[in-house]
């Protein structure tokens, strides 16, 4: 038995909140009016805004110390798609999913495909994993994967993202996204070059089995589980091992990964110069990679990479076609509620971006008139755009206050009911 959230419960909730909105979204319009802007084609493009879900993330995550499983959590990938439509339904910004490999493996990928379209969803990039042993694997990878200095054990590493590509192209995915856990604890553990080396030599085989439409997605990260090197660390190596690559290759940017107080949005401009960024993995942090809520922590630093997005978009810049998802490891909040919050948060921050009047800013900056240019942003910033969110929402048919529908609707206490608890802790940050 399915039990999904009826159109007529959000139509209930928002004939509540349909008022005060409309008072809202007017009020903006006026304001936004008075600046030289149109509030409905702000909200045209709230409603054509999209990130992905990852099916990893509607689970309770968890950190290497302890994991508090949540009621009603998804067992499998049926019921991941079943929480990702429910979020997609009521905040209308995410009709795609990002699968992960072999976590979200099932025999028939033809039938997934439809089960994830009758929740009125498709499949964004798919992830490969060779950062964990499987059950019967042949050859560990607790000193690497597609990197390691055993040959077999690269091979294998490689034939399981060959294998990734074909699962994704049953389910209609354009790209796939490789993180690797390489690295070494230890100085004199491994040669920092030759590992770089066979990075790009395992990478080369991945990257001719591409399908004619796809690219690879190749994602940086700083440290953690490898403390002294990873191989990919940061954007450096990672436009290095794109550039050399090839056209198919780009660099995908989590927000996570880097040093704190790490410039994102200067990162995120030099790779759109260079014409490899790939995307995005959005999420918040404090202090590492504590894949927080998108928005949660720094709003602002959000807002300044799309600031640079938005930026590109509107100039045209060459080969500018980033993919949008979101990684968050959700330890102590309802997932849902978290990727839904998330969600209107990155969308949010898409829309601010958008009311930046560019043109004065172009002017401010040729002034050099400091001021000016900074009062120009942070206008932008600090515009409550809530009401054009709401908007596009309602338009799309979801809900004007998703969170506040979504607790109404009894969902999770249902699932709870129909999704026996599995017994058993596992510690680990998915
Ligand atoms: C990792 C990386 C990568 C990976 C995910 C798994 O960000 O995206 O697929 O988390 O949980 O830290
Ligand atoms: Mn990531
Ligand atoms: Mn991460």
């Known amino acids: 038995m399915s039990f999904a959230i009826s159109a007529d419960l959000i139509g209930t909730a928002n004939g509540k909140l349909e008022a005060a909105h409309a008072d809202d979204y007017e009020a903006l319009g006026r304001q936004l009016q008075r600046r030289g802007l149109s509030i409905e084609a702000m909200t045209k493009r709230a409603m054509d805004f999209a990130v992905a879900v990852p099916t990893w993330g509607v689970g309770t995550g968890g950190t290497r110390f302890a994991r508090f499983p949540g009621p009603g959590e998804p067992r499998n ?69 597609l990197t390691h200095a055993d040959r077999a054990t690269r091979q294998q590493a490689v034939e399981h993202n060959l294998e990734c590509i074909e699962i994704g192209q049953k389910l209609g995915s354009t790209a796939l996204t490789v993180w690797i856990a390489d690295g070494s604890n230890f100085p004199g553990q491994a040669n920092l070059n030759a590992a770089f080396d066979r990075y790009i030599e395992s990478l080369r085989t991945i990257y001719d089995a591409l399908p004619k439409s796809w690219l690879v997605f190749l994602e940086h990260k700083l440290y953690e589980p490898a403390f002294y090197s990873t191989v990919i660390s940061d954007w450096g190596s990672n436009l290095m091992a794109a550039q050399e690559l090839g056209p198919k290759a780009r660099c995908l940017v989590d927000l996570g990964h880097h040093a704190p107080n790490t410039n994102i949005e200067q990162i995120v401009a030099r790779l ?9 993995h959005f999420n918040d942090s404090k202090y590492g990679d504590d894949d927080l809520d998108s928005g949660s922590v720094d709003p602002f630093r959000l807002f300044l990479v799309f600031n640079e997005l938005v930026d590109a978009e509107l100039r045209k810049a060459e080969g500018f076609a980033p993919a949008y998802m979101i990684d968050q490891s959700h330890n102590v909040t309802d997932p ?31 002034a050099s008139d400091v001021m000016l240019g900074h009062r120009l942003v942070k206008q932008a910033f ?23 529908t979504y607790r109404t609707s009894g969902y999770r206490a249902q699932k709870a009911k129909e999704r026996p608890v599995v017994e058993g802790t596992s510690a680990g940050i998915v």
Do not use: M
Not at 382 to 404: F, M, Y
């Open 77 to 145: 990938i049926h019921d991941k798609l079943e929480d990702c439509g429910v979020i997609q339904q009521l905040a209308r910004a995410t009709p795609n999913v990002s699968p992960h490999f072999p976590w979200d493996k099932v025999s028939d990928y033809n039938a997934l495909r439809q089960e994830a379209a009758s929740h009125s969803l498709g499949f964004d990039a798919v992830n490969s994993n060779t950062f964990q042993d499987q059950k019967e694997q042949r050859l560990s990878y607790k000193f690497g994967s």
């Open 272 to 280: 759109i110069r260079a014409k490899k960024l790939a995307g995005f």
């Open 336 to 366: 849902i509620e978290s990727l839904i919050a998330s969600a209107v948060e990155i969308q949010r921050a898409f829309v601010q971006a958008s009311l930046i009047d560019r043109k004065a800013l172009a002017a401010a900056q040729d």
């Open 382 to 404: 600090v515009t409550d755009v809530s009401p054009i969110l709401a908007e596009a929402r309602r338009r799309k048919g979801g809900a004007i206050d998703p969170i506040a």
